[in-house]
């Protein structure tokens, strides 16, 4: 591959897609956005004039453009799989968001192909790239705060807290909604990345609010998706065999919610990683660390890890970040981190929540 030419890219959805995704890869000097894809066609009259993008309401079409390399799949979770796999199917690259899939089973099915095929499948867990938690990262890998004793990861937002929003995918558990698939995905990927794999997981989740008007005929339809999760898990450290207990708290309908903070206690001292700001999930960050001396003290991350340039979306920056690492995976044709591996370790404990509240029992992680 021409590593001097932009490799074309497909996006697969017009939500997300369209405004971080498209924001980002129009400032990228690695891939160029050459396609859109919406089964709506009536969707390309909201924004399509204004770039010279093609657009395309027909799947098969997309998938037979010999142009696209690589497709970036924003949609809703539900028809997530099948695209994916009908896309590998046509030897074209992936971007997933997150859950991958519905299930584990078919994230396992996608790495067979994908591997099969040699194709680089990424997953955009993005918060592996943000500037704070890469230094997090740092300072736990560099021992600084001993060996992990506790941690608790609280994520406590008001984003659905409105009665007045509609009914949507969101609101069914069935079509991947749900504050688990939403934000529970990434607090699991964090933990992993950080700190080590889930071995055991206990959850009790809860909806808070039990209906919601259909966007369509302004019927009251039931909320089956869950908007509140409090889980109790177990971690591996990775660098020793000794479990660490992890509290997780995850809400989308709490008002005046104090947003992400993440919480680490060691054997030498403490991290602490959040911000309160509800309106963007990536701009705001603050990092603390302390230890047997003093208490914890603010710390700014390396400049290696700042970003060459934000946005007024603080969401852009770390996406177009893993579209990079996803070129890189391209040209060179090696796996990407994080990957379909990553992804389907996420979605294994997501499972394990739901079947917890379900029986009541604390499960093991296989």
Not at 91 to 104: T, Y
Not at 236 to 243: F, I, K, R, V
């Amino acid at each position: 591959m021409d590593s001097a030419k932009k490799i074309p890219v497909a996006i697969a959805g017009m939500g997300f897609g369209q405004k971080v995704h498209l924001k980002a890869l129009l400032d990228s000097n690695e891939m160029e956005p050459v396609a859109i894809w919406h089964p709506n066609k009536h969707k390309f009259k909201e924004w399509g004039e204004k770039h010279e993008i093609k657009f395309y309401d027909n799947w098969d079409s997309i998938l037979k453009d010999q142009n696209i390399e690589g497709i970036i799949i924003a949609t809703p979770p539900e028809p997530r799989f099948l695209l994916a796999k009908e896309a590998l199917s046509y030897g074209k690259h992936l971007l997933l968001e997150k859950p991958v899939a519905l299930r584990s089973a078919q994230i396992i099915e996608l790495q067979k192909i994908a591997l099969k095929k040699q194709l680089s499948v990424a997953v955009d867990f993005e918060y592996r790239v943000v500037p704070h938690f890469l230094h997090a990262k740092k300072i736990l890998d560099s021992g600084a705060i001993g060996n992990p004793w506790l941690i608790k990861l609280e994520w406590i937002m008001s984003s659905r807290a409105d009665y007045s929003r509609p009914w949507n995918w969101y609101s069914d558990s069935d079509k991947g909604g749900g504050v688990i698939g939403a934000l529970g995905t990434h607090a699991i990927d964090i933990l992993h990345w950080l700190i080590g794999p889930t071995k055991n997981v206990s959850a009790l989740n809860s909806t808070s609010i039990t209906n919601r008007k259909s966007l369509s005929n302004g019927i009251l339809k039931n909320v089956t998706s869950e908007d509140i999760c409090l889980s109790y898990v177990e971690l591996e450290n990775m660098y020793s065999t000794e479990l660490i207990p992890c509290q997780i708290s995850l809400s989308s309908t709490s008002l005046n919610g104090r947003g992400f903070w993440l919480e680490v206690y060691g054997s030498d001292g403490n991290l602490v990683l959040g911000s309160n700001n509800q309106k963007d999930y990536v701009h705001g960050f603050g990092l603390w660390v302390g230890d047997r001396e003093k208490q914890a003290q603010s710390i700014n991350p390396d400049k290696e890890y700042l970003f060459n340039k934000t946005w007024e979306d603080g969401r852009v920056a770390p996406v177009k970040r893993i579209h990079s690492l996803w070129a890189e995976s391209i040209r060179a044709k090696k796996p990407i981190i994080p990957g379909l591996q990553e992804g389907l370790e996420s979605q294994k404990v997501c499972e394990k929540m739901k079947e917890s509240n379900l029986s009541g029992l604390k499960l093991s992680v296989k």
